[in-house]
């Protein structure tokens, strides 16, 4: 049998179970039982029957109070009353919080069989927050509630039961928290004779008192931060006024975001750029690389002009005027990040070079800037790997590939990621004899196998060399000849080249002005190490970008500078917690490769379960018209649902029309939503809708169609 046919029995035991003891308490009307006159009525039969039964009547007591807690009746209250007024303080006080938790927790249990995977398949995106704060501070939380009674007492039990907190954490901070209100309803127990109500047991005053006490760890813990965080800058002067609310270092994306924020929100700001306005993405990464890849896209069409029923074409070009086409690109986006436009917006813009000398200050040009808080935003770099001798030889990387005049003629490119890609494609449209080098087994390694296999097979189609399991050991020359040797399955193999482009990663810009000094914590990978506020380990200094990661994209980027802005800035009255939950990214090959959420390997290897619908774009008509039908589109789904766990597409403008599948995951909107909108036709972003199709012919309802074909046959006599 299935573990979830067992589970299914199992929770069909306990349901029956359940509905029996409360339906045997309802008929007999045994909550006449658990009322506060029926104790006061029997008070002194129980205490004589206590007296001469002292261990029954607690094995007694304690049975019946956990049962009553575990099945969330009324009479809780009652139930601890009675232990009071019948077992004394201290022996009622015992028995009762061991008792009165042992119920909860076997509720919470119940709760949790029978309900959380449910609810957290059903609204896990929209309880993420919550269930990251039950893992983080649930202990917490739950003592909070247990300590304030307006909070009824079944109400927690069954609601924790649904989140991520551990059953052992749940016991004993339940018994910790409910022991003072234990106390409380046990003392009063003891004076049963004088009440007349359960009213008037807890009082305002009281409650308030409860409510203090409940908030005190998480006041503790607030107050525990700031003593941390004082005693990290006590070694620094603090100044008595600032010339700035904020200095941000880097105007690329990340920092081009913050200040713009900054200076919405009418905070002074500084953004200190050594280098050029617009950082990596406009200069040297996303524009000029569209740019150049656009001018090779329109050679390959050329070279496919038999498909768009031409007897052939040509195209004379100068590789140089196409290099200074990319220049021009730059030149005409430059305008959105230039500093005459973040001037008049409000920013102070420095072009120099910045150093932290404290948590307060950042010199640059012979000035001491003093600020409330610092965004360091200084972006990322090409990582060139020590391979021996490769400094013997001029290589380019993506930062300098853009200076060439000239064409390479045999042109190595070190790297199968996303940039080496999409560079290899381009030189080989653009008339370079490329070849490519990858020491893993596959390029594209992010990727599924098969969306790697596609964009190899394309590579090497239009004529590049593509060489996985290939691992750079040196560059030589030999007789005016540059080589480089890789090792193959333990096989020495030359490669002849005329360039080399090394394209195997970025690393953060973490040196040379001021980290080091200031003791930051970094990250194994050599990035900033950030709290989930963007915070640094010196609680002034604040990050975003390719400097503290994980993914760098410039459209992450601007996504965690909102973040880094507005938590530096109003961070002591409100912080916010940087969301990765639907993080996109597209690699520029042609076809396209774009990507949200999970992809089949991440699924796997973290042992998620999914369902996969797929759809090929060759069969789409505006691809058909268009010559484009190629790729694919993946659509991971969690079982037996339309919820959207990830989408892959390979194909033509495939960045592109991945977008409704992130607006739909974002909102917590399904395939039969995606399916159920108008697409226009002919477009490509059908495709979106005919993958859904695909979902639901999948999830038909079988039975309901052979009824609906018996009705059809009826009708028709």
């Known amino acids: 049998m299935s573990f979830n046919k067992k589970k299914r029995r199992t929770a069909i035991v306990i349901l029956l179970a359940i509905a029996v003891l409360v339906a045997v308490f309802i008929g007999f009307d045994l909550g006449r039982y658990l009322s506060f006159e029926s104790l006061k009525s029997r008070q002194s039969a129980l205490a004589s029957y206590y007296a001469g039964h002292q261990p029954m009547t607690i094995m007694i007591y304690m049975a019946v109070y956990i049962l009553v807690a575990a099945l969330s009746l009324p009479g809780a209250a009652v139930m601890?009353?009675?232990?009071?007024?019948?077992l004394g303080f201290w022996i009622g006080l015992i028995v009762v919080s061991f008792a009165s938790t042992i119920g909860a927790t076997l509720a919470f249990l119940v709760a949790r069989f029978l309900l959380k995977d449910y609810v957290q398949n059903k609204f896990g995106d929209r309880i993420r927050g919550i269930n990251d704060g039950v893992e983080k501070d649930g202990a917490f939380y739950l003592f909070a509630l247990r300590m304030v009674p307006i909070f009824p007492f079944f109400v927690i039990n069954l609601a924790m039961g649904l989140t991520p907190i551990r059953t052992r954490v749940f016991y004993f901070v339940s018994q910790v928290g409910m022991l003072a209100g234990t106390a409380v309803y046990v003392n009063a127990g003891t004076q049963l004779a004088r009440l007349d109500s359960l009213s008037g047991i807890v009082s305002p005053g009281l409650i308030f008192s409860f409510v203090l006490l409940g908030m005190l760890p998480l006041i503790s813990k607030k107050i525990v931060t700031v003593i941390q965080s004082k005693?990290?800058?006590?070694?620094?002067?603090?100044?008595?006024?600032?010339?700035?609310?904020?200095?941000?270092?880097?105007?690329?994306?990340?920092?081009?975001?913050?200040?713009?924020?900054?200076?919405?929100v009418r905070a002074k700001v500084a953004l200190i750029e050594k280098h050029k306005?617009?950082?990596?993405?406009?200069?040297?990464?996303?524009?000029?690389?569209?740019?150049?890849i656009r001018s090779a896209k329109i050679l390959s069409y050329v070279k496919r002009a038999g498909e768009f029923g031409f007897d052939g074409g040509k195209i004379d070009f100068d590789f140089t005027r196409v290099m200074e086409r990319v220049h021009q690109v730059i030149g005409k986006i430059e305008p959105h990040d230039s500093l005459e436009r973040y001037s008049a917006l409000g920013v102070e813009c420095i072009a120099g070079e910045a150093t932290i000398t404290s948590p307060y200050t950042v010199a640059v040009n012979g000035r001491t800037l003093t600020t409330r808080n610092i965004v360091i935003a200084s972006g990322a770099r090409p990582f060139v790997p020590p391979i021996p001798g490769l400094d013997k030889v001029p290589y380019l990387t993506s930062d300098t590939v853009w200076d060439i005049k000239e064409r390479p003629g045999r042109l190595l490119v070190l790297g199968g990621g996303p940039i080496g890609c999409e560079l290899t494609q381009t030189f080989c449209r653009l008339g370079s004899l490329?070849?490519?080098?990858?020491?893993?087994?596959?390029?594209?390694?992010?990727?599924?196998?098969?969306?790697?296999?596609?964009?190899?097979?394309?590579?090497?189609?239009?004529?590049?060399?593509?060489?996985?399991?290939?691992?750079?050991?040196?560059?030589?020359l030999e007789n005016g000849e540059k080589i480089l040797v890789c090792d193959?399955?333990?096989?020495?193999?030359?490669?002849?080249f005329d360039e080399i482009l090394v394209a195997v990663g970025r690393a953060a810009n973490i040196s040379g002005f001021g980290?080091?000094?200031?003791?930051?914590?970094?990250?194994?990978?050599?990035?900033?190490?950030?709290?989930?506020?963007?915070q640094t380990s010196i609680p002034t200094i604040y990050c975003a970008g390719d400097v503290v990661g994980p993914y760098q994209f410039t459209h992450l980027a601007g996504h965690q500078a909102w973040y880094a802005a507005v938590n530096s800035l109003f961070g002591r009255l409100k912080s916010f917690k940087v969301d990765y939950g639907v993080i996109p990214w597209a690699t520029y090959t042609d076809p396209e490769v774009a990507r949200v959420g999970l992809n089949e390997t991440d699924a796997k290897e973290n042992g998620i379960a999914y369902e996969l619908t797929r759809y090929g774009i060759d069969d789409l008509d505006r691809a058909i018209a268009d010559s484009e039908d190629h790729g694919f589109v993946k659509v991971l789904t969690k079982p037996g649902t339309d919820k959207i766990l990830g989408v892959t597409i390979v194909g033509a403008h495939a960045a592109d029309i991945i977008s409704e599948y992130v607006l739909a995951m974002r909102n917590g909107l399904g395939l039969n939503k995606i399916l159920g909108t108008i697409h226009i036709y002919p477009t490509m972003a059908e495709a979106n809708k005919y993958a859904a199709g695909e979902w639901k012919k999948a999830h038909a309802p079988e039975k309901i169609l052979k009824w609906l074909e018996k009705y059809h046959a009826w009708v028709r006599g």
């Open 488 to 496: 193959h399955n333990g096989q020495d193999v030359d490669i002849h």
């Open 515 to 534: 980290l080091e000094e200031l003791g930051i914590d970094l990250t194994p990978r050599q990035t900033l190490a950030a709290n989930t506020f963007l």
């Open 277 to 292: 306005m617009g950082g990596d993405c406009l200069n040297t990464g996303c524009v000029p690389s569209k740019a150049l």
């Open 231 to 264: 005693k990290i800058l006590a070694k620094y002067p603090k100044p008595k006024k600032f010339d700035y609310n904020l200095v941000v270092i880097g105007a690329g994306a990340a920092g081009l975001v913050t200040a713009y924020i900054a200076a919405t």
């Open 434 to 476: 490329v070849t490519q080098v990858e020491m893993m087994p596959q390029i594209m390694g992010r990727e599924d196998a098969d969306v790697a296999m596609l964009i190899r097979e394309k590579l090497e189609s239009e004529g590049v060399r593509v060489l996985t399991d290939h691992r750079a050991k040196e560059v030589k």
């Open 80 to 86: 601890t009353l009675a232990g009071g007024a019948i």
